[in-house]
């Protein structure tokens, strides 16, 4: 489904990534594991084509489409999602309407307003005075809607109480449930591994991908031994798949 092939991207002129290289099947969730200020945003939202990351050497290729310089509507339009982890309020935009836009079909749009405890939010305007919990609940009511193949999640459950992430973690379980759907997903507290069955993990540190594995163990290494643990790791470079 995506595969990022000796990936090196700068921003603002300064090397962010080095030679990155993984990829992601379908109906194969993943997970991302590191330390603050690694690089794991900036692979999101390279992949996702945000302006001000410049893919300096290397291709990101999905459905076996070369996607290097498309824009982040025509990306999104051959599937791609995100889930950003501090979501943007907007001013004058009712979140039925973007509901609205994001599908015709009434039906699918009440289920999820009411999965997701939003119902009583539609008529507000797009995360304005909305709790963290809230914010991140909106923010995965509309990527569901937009109905991605493949979603890239920057830290669904930052900032959320284990209630919401109970909610969260059920909606994103029963889609990533459904053929052909698949994740790449940011995570530092482990949280949303109690909800989604991911298949591999991996570990990126200054701006490379160092091991690779099972995420679970992964998880449970991290917390003992603490990230520098990994680079003692002989999967350098590996790819997850």
């Not at 070369?66 to 339009?77: H, M, P, T």
């Not at 909606?171 to 759907?181: A, D, Q």
């Not at 449970?220 to 990994?230: L, T």
Request: proline content about 4%.
């Amino acid at each position: 489904m995506l595969e990022v092939i000796d990936l090196s991207v700068e921003v603002a002129g300064k090397p962010i990534l080095e030679g990155i290289n993984f990829s992601i099947k379908k109906d194969r969730p993943a997970v991302l594991f590191g330390p603050n200020g690694s690089g794991k945003s900036t692979l999101l939202k390279t992949v996702m084509g945000f302006s001000g990351y410049a893919v300096k050497k290397g291709d990101i290729v999905f459905k076996g489409k070369k996607i290097n310089g498309l824009s982040i509507e025509d990306r999104v339009k051959l599937g791609l999602g995100i889930m950003y982890q501090h979501p943007p309020s907007i001013t004058g935009v009712k979140l039925s309407q973007i509901a609205g836009f994001l599908s015709k079909d009434d039906k699918l749009v009440d289920k999820l307003a009411e999965r997701l405890s939003l119902r009583e939010h539609l008529q507000r305007d797009i995360n304005m005075g909305f709790s963290g919990g809230e914010m991140k609940r909106s923010e995965l009511f509309q990527i569901a809607l937009q109905d991605p193949d493949l979603l890239l999640l920057d830290e669904p459950e930052s900032g959320v109480d284990l209630e919401n992430i109970s909610i969260m973690g059920n909606v994103l379980n029963e889609y990533l449930s459904l053929p052909g759907k698949s994740a790449l997903m940011i995570t530092h507290t482990g949280y949303i591994l109690d909800y989604v069955k991911a298949q591999n993990g991996c570990v990126m540190i200054d701006g490379r991908l160092w091991c690779v594995g099972n995420p679970k163990e992964m998880f449970e290494s991290i917390r003992k031994f603490g990230y520098e643990k990994c680079k003692e790791c002989l999967h350098v470079q590996g790819k997850v798949s």
